[in-house]
Nanobody, 124 residues
Framework: VEVVESGGGLVQTGGSLRLFCTAS????????MAWFRQAPGKEREFVAA????????DYLDSVKDRFTISRDTAKSTLALQMNSLKPEDTAVYYC??????????????????WGQGTQVTVAS
């Protein structure tokens, strides 16, 4: 199983970036997927999640209305459109595939497969 993120980079405050994630090695069509992030000196935090069907989505309050998560279930790909970026969005962003069973998809422990992360830096 391989999970690979791409699309990170350096952007000015107010700019946009689109992150991509591809999960391969098996079918993940029945699993929720999510983005987490980790800033220097801070714990990894939930950013956004999407259900296996793509119909249910959840966002960290601070990114709601700025970020949009989407997925292509058939291709096991995930995207995160990030608009109106702020310096506090600076972090390494991780794509994650959830375990089959769980109760709180904001908990990183419920995710089984992780990518290596992609750096997002927002300059002030």
């Amino acid at each position: 199983v391989e999970v690979v993120e791409s699309g990170g980079g350096l952007v000015q405050t107010g700019g946009s970036l689109r992150l991509f994630c591809t999960a391969s090695g098996r079918s993940f069509g029945g699993r929720s997927m999510a983005w987490f992030r980790q800033a220097p000196g801070k714990e990894r935090e939930f950013v956004a999640a999407v259900s296996s069907s793509g119909q249910v989505k959840d966002y960290l309050d601070s990114v709601k209305d700025r970020f949009t998560i989407s997925r292509d279930t058939a291709k096991s790909t995930l995207a995160l459109q990030m608009n109106s970026l702020k310096p506090e969005d600076t972090a390494v962003y991780y794509c994650a595939v959830r375990r089959m069973l769980g109760s709180n998809w904001r908990n990183a422990n419920e995710f089984e497969y992780w990518g290596q992360g992609t750096q997002v830096t927002v300059a002030s």
